[in-house]
C-alpha cells in the first residue's frame, strides 16, 4: 500500500494505511482508534514527512543510522503529541512508529518491538550504548548497527534481519 501511495497528500489515504499496518502488525490498541486524528496531523506534517522518507529511501539502515532515529523521533513525537492533546498515554509509541516508517521504506527503517528487541539482545550479549540514556528506538539501532558491523548480517535486507530477530526473541521468551 506504501509502494503505490508513498505520499501523505491524501487525509483519507493516510488514514487507510494507518489502520492497515496497526491491522498487520497488532499495534491499534495502543493508539485508541484516533485514526481521523492521526491522520489529520500526518497530513498537517505531510511536507516533512515525505521528505524525510524519501530521502532515507536512498541509503541502506546501516549507511545512515543517525537521520534513521532522527526521523523515528520526529514521527514517533507527532504520533504522541496527537494521542495526548486526547487523552491518551502519550509516551512508548516507538513500536508503531518503526513499524509505519518500515512500511514505507523498509530498507531504511527497522521494526522495532518487544520480540526484536529480545532477540538482538540475546544475539549481542555484553553490547553496552555509547549514547547516555538513549531513546529505545535509538538505543535498538545503535545494538543493530554493532550487530550489522559485525559480520553477522551485512548481506541480509532489514526484513531477513527482523526475521532472525523475532525468531531468537521468542525463542528466548518461551
Known amino acids: 500500500m506504501c509502494d503505490e501511495f508513498p505520499l501523505h497528500d491524501d487525509v483519507r489515504i493516510v488514514k487507510d494505511k494507518l489502520v492497515f499496518i496497526s491491522r498487520v502488525y497488532s499495534v491499534s490498541r495502543g493508539?485508541?482508534?484516533r485514526w481521523g486524528e492521526l491522520s489529520t496531523s500526518l497530513y498537517n506534517c505531510r511536507h516533512q514527512i515525505d521528505e524525510e522518507i524519501a530521502e532515507r529511501r536512498r541509503h541502506?539502515?546501516?549507511n545512515d543510522v543517525a537521520s534513521v532515529v532522527k526521523v523515528h523521533g520526529m514521527l514517533n513525537q507527532i504520533v504522541c503529541k496527537t494521542l495526548g492533546v486526547h487523552g491518551h498515554v502519550a509516551h512508548g509509541r516507538a513500536s508503531f512508529?518503526?513499524?509505519y516508517l518500515h512500511f514505507h521504506a523498509p530498507d531504511a527503517f527497522p521494526i522495532?518491538?518487544?520480540l526484536s528487541w529480545a532477540g538482538l539482545r540475546a544475539l549481542t550479549p555484553g553490547f553496552r550504548s555509547e549514547v547516555p540514556q538513549p531513546a529505545p528506538y535509538h538505543r535498538f539501532c545503535e545494538r543493530l548497527s554493532h550487530?550489522?558491523?559485525?559480520g553477522r548480517a551485512e548481506q541480509m535486507?532489514?526484513?531477513e534481519i527482523d526475521t532472525i530477530l523475532v525468531q531468537q526473541g521468542r525463542e528466548g521468551m518461551a
Not at 550487530?147 to 559485525?150: P, R
Open 31 to 33: 493508539l485508541g482508534g
Open 60 to 62: 541502506q539502515f546501516i
Open 97 to 99: 512508529s518503526s513499524k
Open 112 to 114: 522495532f518491538d518487544t
Open 147 to 150: 550487530y550489522i558491523g559485525q
Open 157 to 159: 535486507s532489514l526484513r
